[in-house]
């Protein structure tokens, strides 16, 4: 059974950092596509961040990019989001998506992943 689980989300002032985590279990390849997503009360969700952990080039959202760093612990089966200088827009609950394929350049569409967390919130105060 593929299980992600997120944790890592909070309350933080405009201008803080948080660190998200997922923990894949479960897979039965190692190596597989990883994305963070993110969607606001309203709002219809939006990719933050994708990559293979198998290695290759990172996608960012425009919003996000020069703040936000994906990054991955191979050992602990682990992907990490890096959040720095945070903004009130940046409010939402953050999920962590996975699947061993993917449409080439799809790493932001949500459409294209199987498995998902249970989300981590994240609240930025202004």
């Known amino acids: 059974q593929v299980q992600l689980v997120e944790s890592g989300g909070g309350s933080v002032q405009a201008g803080g950092s948080l660190r998200l985590s997922c923990a894949a279990f479960g897979y039965t390849y190692p190596n597989k596509w990883m994305g963070w997503f993110r969607q606001a009360p309203g709002k219809e969700r939006e990719g933050v961040a994708g990559?293979?952990?198998?290695?290759?080039?990172?996608k960012y959202a425009d919003s996000v990019k020069g703040r936000f760093t994906i990054s991955q612990d191979n050992a602990k089966n682990t992907v990490y989001l890096q959040m720095n200088s945070l903004k009130p827009e940046d409010t939402a609950m953050y999920y962590c998506a996975a699947d061993y394929r993917l449409r080439a350049g799809a790493e932001l569409d949500s459409q294209q992943y199987n498995y998902w967390g249970q989300g981590t919130q994240v609240t930025v105060s202004s």
């Open positions: 990559f293979y952990t198998g290695g290759g080039s990172i």
